[in-house]
């Protein structure tokens, strides 16, 4: 049995069939998959507290392809993701367009461009076989194939520009260390492979999984939250039914209760069978499950802490027992942060923000634009308050008012009021004379700035970087990384100063405390597939959050996916039941607690504007006796 498909509903004890395997095969180094970096930190501490301590390893999907590299020897050069952006931008200019032409010159084309690219090429699909199956899909249209010519062009131009930079992407790198692996089965040994925590599964990791047990002969074990027939888990019969085709015995598990706390079990157990169930029968909750209403966004987060607050000091849950999860955490998260703070609650709180929104990103993007003669007076006051640059921060408010009676409104203008009190600021010069000399010296020296604006705080010290400190060295060390990733680029690739700014403020840094004792998760619903709590909050339950809108496929739309699959023979992805895969999602997170839901929304957003609050309300607590929104405590807009 090289492929085991391990499926059952949630809570069906699917993670202790993994963790038996691996303790099992523990003489053999079985590696363990699971989707997060916080998952791996969690299940090497429960494998270590039940004995494994060597032998099996905690991986990411793609630490498993690395792994596959190094155990085959190949090790593709591969561009990273601002590289690959200059690729497709390169692309679309050397590619003549009519139809996408008003497309291509918006800000989001080259992004909307890779990720269809990553498609294609997971799937196998080189760029004269889509553009022979666009042909197909045309047929007499002349307006279907001028389009599907233009796309066509557009896939090949950046497969061109790949092979001039003698480089691979992500997805071109992946196969051809599979490929490497098929080519050398016995390269991999007989190491067993485990997946735990995945719902969905892309081409690539399909084709792993395939690779390692049909051509390898691996042992591969998948562990898949799915019953037949069951609405909560419709979003993955398909991969159910991919594996079955790669051959997978499917081994199903009954559902379990004993996992919850007695006083919960009957509720929480009730919601996992009968979630999204039609003519559920209604039972009391004893308090397992309970709702918070907020008059606006603000009060929802400070009702939402101040029940935490509650949870941890009368209760006595630990904070790392809590979970608060949201489905646009992106967004909602300083607003929350501020909230939790201000509870006095510690919270765990790891979220993507983009370095033109940090302090040192701000600062270094506003050099860029001082030294280059695009900035403004305000650009050149970003930059002087940049933490520790100035040893009297008071020198830049001093600075800003006089630019404001004297109507400076330039960098140019603002710095020589600086200049005429203070001294000059050579920084301003070595960048620009770094800008004359071409892309790839301007590079080398913003690499250099962000390190002294790193260092600047610090001036004869030696610290230990700790929580927005230790954010400051991440986002530094993201801005050198794309800095030279970018320079090592021909110049003729490279943007010009007002795009390299764009880029450094657009690169994506994961700030905030990860998961650990005595801190409160704060995260999104995907990043708690794998694990357990006590006490689970869901906030924003509300529509255009939860569910999350579905995102259209700029080019081909799952109408014209299916004609084209239909005279091709191609395989393209359907996107088409976004509702099916967020009601699995809510039906996964609703089944992580074992002591207590709680569901929170608000009525109107912090401007008045009322809100709609999302059907998902009413499919978990319309599986309850009692009205329990008409009893969800309150706190209304402005209190």
């Known amino acids: 049995m090289p492929l085991t498909l391990v499926t059952g509903p949630a809570n069906a004890a699917k993670a202790g069939v993994v963790l038996d395997a691996i303790r099992a095969s523990q003489d053999r180094d079985p590696l363990l998959v699971v989707p997060t970096f916080p998952d791996v930190q969690r299940y090497r501490r429960e494998l270590a507290e039940g004995g494994v301590v060597f032998g099996a390893q905690v991986l990411r999907f793609d630490w498993l392809l690395r792994e596959i590299s190094r155990r085959t020897g190949v090790r593709p050069r591969t561009l990273g993701r601002l590289a690959r952006e200059r690729a497709a931008v390169a692309a679309i200019a050397a590619t003549p367009l009519e139809r996408l032409q008003a497309a291509a010159a918006t800000d989001g084309f080259p992004a909307a461009l890779l990720r269809f690219v990553a498609e294609l090429e997971q799937g196998r699909i080189e760029p004269p076989r889509l553009i022979r199956a666009l042909r197909d899909w045309a047929a007499g249209d002349a307006d279907r194939r001028r389009y599907g010519d233009e796309v066509g062009a557009l896939y090949a131009g950046y497969r061109r520009v790949l092979e001039r930079l003698e480089r691979l992407d992500t997805e071109l790198a992946a196969t051809a260390v599979l490929d490497?692996?098929?080519?050398?089965?016995?390269?991999?040994?007989?190491?067993?492979?485990?997946?735990?925590g995945f719902d969905d599964l892309e081409p690539v990791q399909l084709d792993t999984i395939d690779t390692l047990a049909n051509v390898v002969g691996a042992e591969v074990t998948f562990a898949l939250t799915f019953e037949a027939g069951r609405?909560?888990?419709?979003?993955?019969?398909?991969?159910?039914?991919?594996?079955?085709?790669?051959?997978?015995?499917?081994?199903?598990?009954p559902p379990r209760a004993e996992h919850y706390a007695p006083a919960a079990r009957d509720a929480l157990h009730h919601l996992e069978r009968r979630l999204l169930e039609p003519r559920a029968r209604r039972i009391k909750t004893g308090g397992a499950v309970r709702a918070l209403v907020g008059g606006g966004e603000r009060a929802e987060a400070e009702l939402v802490a101040g029940e935490v607050k509650r949870l941890i000091t009368r209760e006595g849950i630990a904070p790392q027992d809590i979970a608060i999860l949201h489905r646009g955490l992106r967004e909602a998260a300083p607003l929350l942060e501020q909230a939790l703070r201000a509870a006095g609650v510690p919270a765990a709180i790891e979220r993507r923000v983009q370095a033109g929104h940090t302090a040192l990103g701000r600062a270094l993007v506003a050099l860029l634009r001082c030294a280059t003669g695009e900035g403004s007076a305000d650009d050149l006051l970003s930059w002087l308050r940049s933490p520790g640059l100035l040893e009297r921060p008071g020198f830049a408010d001093e600075l800003e008012a006089q630019c404001r009676r004297e109507g400076a409104r330039t960098a140019a203008q603002a710095r020589e009021l600086w200049e005429a009190q203070h001294w000059p600021l050579e920084t301003l010069d070595r960048v620009a004379a770094a800008a004359q000399?071409?892309?790839?010296?301007?590079?080398?020296?913003?690499a250099a700035e962000t390190a002294l604006l790193l260092a600047a705080p610090y001036r004869r010290q030696a610290r230990v970087l700790e929580g927005p400190e230790a954010d400051d060295a991440k986002v530094a060390g993201r801005l050198r990384a794309a800095l030279r990733e970018l320079g090592a680029l021909p110049e003729d690739l490279l943007p010009d100063p007002a795009g390299l700014g764009a880029a450094l403020g657009a690169v994506d840094v994961v700030v905030g405390a990860p998961p650990g004792p005595g801190r409160v998760t704060v995260a999104t619903p995907l990043a708690l597939r794998a694990r357990r709590v006590r006490v689970l909050c869901c906030m924003a339950m509300v529509e255009g959050v939860w569910p999350a809108p579905g995102r259209?496929?700029?080019?081909?739309?799952?109408?014209?996916?299916?004609?084209?699959?239909?005279?091709?023979?191609?395989?393209?992805?359907?996107?088409?039941?976004r509702l099916a895969a967020e009601r699995h999602l809510l039906y996964v997170t609703a089944s992580r607690p074992t002591d207590q839901l709680v569901l929170s929304w608000h009525d109107a957003d912090d401007d008045g504007a009322p809100v709609v609050r999302s059907q998902f309300v009413a499919d978990v607590l319309g599986l309850f006796a009692g009205d329990l929104a008409a009893k969800a405590r309150r706190r209304e807009l402005g209190a």
């Open 180 to 196: 490497a692996l098929r080519l050398d089965p016995a390269a991999w040994g007989d190491t067993p492979v485990l997946l735990y």
């Open 231 to 253: 609405e909560a888990t419709r979003a993955r019969a398909r991969t159910h039914g991919d594996l079955l085709a790669l051959g997978a015995v499917e081994r199903a598990l």
């Open 437 to 446: 000399q071409g892309p790839r010296a301007l590079c080398e020296r913003l």
């Open 552 to 577: 259209p496929e700029p080019f081909l739309g799952d109408e014209e996916r299916r004609q084209v699959n239909a005279v091709s023979g191609l395989r393209l992805r359907l996107h088409e039941d």
